[in-house]
Nanobody
């Protein structure tokens, strides 16, 4: 397993941007597919975006497609989530997660390791 630490959250006005980072420990980061999930107050955790272990494939929830971009730097053991055109409904705690295997990216239960989350608040 890898240990994950998110950063980059904060308070931003609607229409603004934030870039989340997730730093991973361990020497096998490049073997894991990575995902971002979020949980808004009073709601279930939901899939946001994922990227394959090699970085050649990306997947997005319909609600963020065209606004968010996931990327990774395997040399730096880091995955990023660039969030543009933020909306108040994007307010949530954002979690990064790692999984073995490049499949079922949208299913949270398949992820082996989770970070503690970073708060993103978008004001209207």
């Amino acid at each position: 397993q890898v240990q994950l630490v998110e950063s980059g959250g904060g308070l931003v006005q609607a229409g603004g941007s934030l870039r989340l980072s997730c730093a991973a420990s361990g020497r096998t980061f490049s073997s894991y597919a990575m995902g971002w999930f979020r949980r808004a107050p009073g709601k279930e955790r939901e899939f946001v975006a994922a990227i394959s272990s090699g970085g050649d494939s990306t997947y997005y929830a319909d609600s963020v497609k065209g606004r968010f971009t996931i990327s990774r730097d395997n040399a730096e053991n880091t995955v990023y989530l660039q969030m543009n055109s933020l909306k108040p409904e994007d307010t949530a705690v954002y979690y990064c997660a790692a999984k073995s295997g490049n499949y079922n990216y949208k299913v949270a239960i398949g992820y082996n390791s989770w970070g503690h989350g970073t708060q993103v608040t978008v004001s209207s």
